[in-house]
Nanobody, 121 residues
Framework: QVQLVESGGGLAQPGSSVGMSCVGT????????MKWYREKPGQDREWLAT???????MYSQSLRERININRDNDRNAVYLQVHSLQPEDTARYYC???????????????WGRGIQVTVSS
């Protein structure tokens, strides 16, 4: 079974930065795209960024100036940094990954449980 576990986040001051990690464990054979999303109370989940296995980065147009996505293929990990935090960035942040497991011949999307980021002074 594959698990994605996010860490980092937490309480942050306006104007600061926050970093989050997401590590995949389990019967992983390969991971293609890895992504970050966020969900604010009462709103739909919002896509933030994608990084392909070779490292091509794609960003939400509205946030591209303030976020960075990176990955470590050896660790099955993806990272997100959000800079110049604003109270509107308060949300639960989720990672997802397109995973080929050792017992299947097609990729499946897996999700982490999410991690809270609260921006407040």
């Amino acid at each position: 079974q594959v698990q994605l576990v996010e860490s980092g986040g937490g309480l942050a001051q306006p104007g600061s930065s926050v970093g989050m990690s997401c590590v995949g464990t389990g019967n992983i054979q390969n991971i293609r795209d890895m992504k970050w999303y966020r969900e604010k109370p009462g709103q739909d989940r919002e896509w933030l960024a994608t990084i392909t296995r070779p490292g091509v980065q794609m960003y939400s147009q509205s946030l591209r100036e303030r976020i960075n996505i990176n990955r470590d293929n050896d660790r099955n990990a993806v990272y997100l940094q959000v800079h110049s935090l604003q109270p509107e960035d308060t949300a639960r942040y989720y990672c997802s990954a397109s995973v080929l497991t050792t017992n299947r011949d097609s990729y499946r999307e897996f999700w982490g449980r999410g991690i809270q980021v609260t921006v407040s002074s």
